[in-house]
């Protein structure tokens, strides 16, 4: 089944709608989606190793605009549903305080987010809730995403070939180490958050 799955998003990474898949995967994960576009990304550039970097570039910029739509989420709807529940719980007071510390180190947050298996689209949320200065957030956001993405399709473009039959041949405990990295990215959320 794995491999059926694995072929489908290789077939799916040569269709000739392959880009606006991974601009709408890469914009809904950063705010609401839970599965990060890599799925569709590392497919897609071993397909076409020649377009590698268009590939990055779309995946980076839908992935910020979608960042800022989860900016959104959390500055517009905060105050009619997490300030709420916070006040609920008898957490208001603490999270003024979480919120004086974050928006401190808020660029380093958004950066480690968008680079590593912690859920993006956690900070992206947050950072809208706390108010996190916006300019600071998207520039956090291109530097932490374009590093990410760019770096995974520079390493396929330059190893392609080897690093496809690598993928295959491993491909079932490279879906492991894929699920423990994205589960463990929601678990180390809930302990930082």
């Not at 950066?111 to 300019?135: D, E, H, M, Q």
């Amino acid at each position: 089944m794995l491999r059926r799955l694995y072929d489908w998003t290789l077939a799916l990474a040569g269709h000739r709608h392959a880009m606006w898949a991974l601009a709408i995967v890469s914009f809904v994960e950063s705010s609401i989606f839970p599965i990060p576009p890599d799925v569709l990304l590392i497919p897609m550039v071993l397909a076409a190793p020649t377009k590698a970097w268009r590939i990055a570039l779309v995946c980076t910029v839908a992935s910020v605009l979608g960042g800022m739509a989860g900016y959104g989420i959390g500055f517009f709807l905060f105050d009619q549903f997490g300030k709420p529940a916070l006040d609920f719980y008898g957490y208001g007071v603490k999270f003024q305080h979480f919120q004086d510390t974050y928006n401190q180190y808020g660029a380093w947050a958004v950066f480690i987010a968008g680079i590593t298996p912690f859920p993006y689209k956690v900070i992206t949320i947050l950072s809208g809730a706390t108010g996190l200065n916006i300019w600071v957030f998207v520039v956090a956001s291109i530097l932490a995403r374009g590093i990410r993405f760019y770096l995974v399709a520079g390493l396929l473009w330059y190893f392609g070939e080897p690093i496809r039959t690598f993928i295959e041949k491993r491909l079932g405990l490279l879906f492991v180490l894929f699920v423990v990295l994205l589960v463990g990215g929601f678990v180390l959320a809930k302990f930082v958050l």
